[in-house]
């Protein structure tokens, strides 16, 4: 029970990281008065730093001892594939 509780609570503390990281994206276009087209183009190029800087969260993660299942999880893709994608990368 209390696995699983801890677990609930990891994934609530993550989404609302996510929530808290697109607002205040949506909030910094507002106050530039940005345009939906600079909105488009932000948000691509913010999605692909974003991935860029899970990579290295992953490979932190890993190298912290996190295993590759769980980060694998997260991702949303296969042991296999998060082991193939991170075990070459070293923690920055």
Do not use: N, P, W
């Not at 697109?22 to 910094?28: E, G, K, N």
């Not at 507002?30 to 490979?59: F, P, S």
């Amino acid at each position: 029970m209390t696995g699983s509780l801890t677990s609930r609570q990891a994934e609530e503390r993550r989404e609302t990281l996510g929530q808290m990281i697109v607002l205040d994206a949506t909030r910094a276009m507002l106050r530039a008065g940005a345009t939906h087209a600079d909105g488009v183009a932000a948000r691509v190029l913010a999605a692909e730093e974003l991935l860029r800087q899970a990579d290295g969260e992953a490979a932190r993660a890993i190298a912290d001892g996190e295993s590759y299942a769980e980060v694998a999880r997260l991702l949303g893709i296969s042991r296999q594939s998060a082991r193939e994608r991170y075990s070459h990368l070293k923690a920055v």
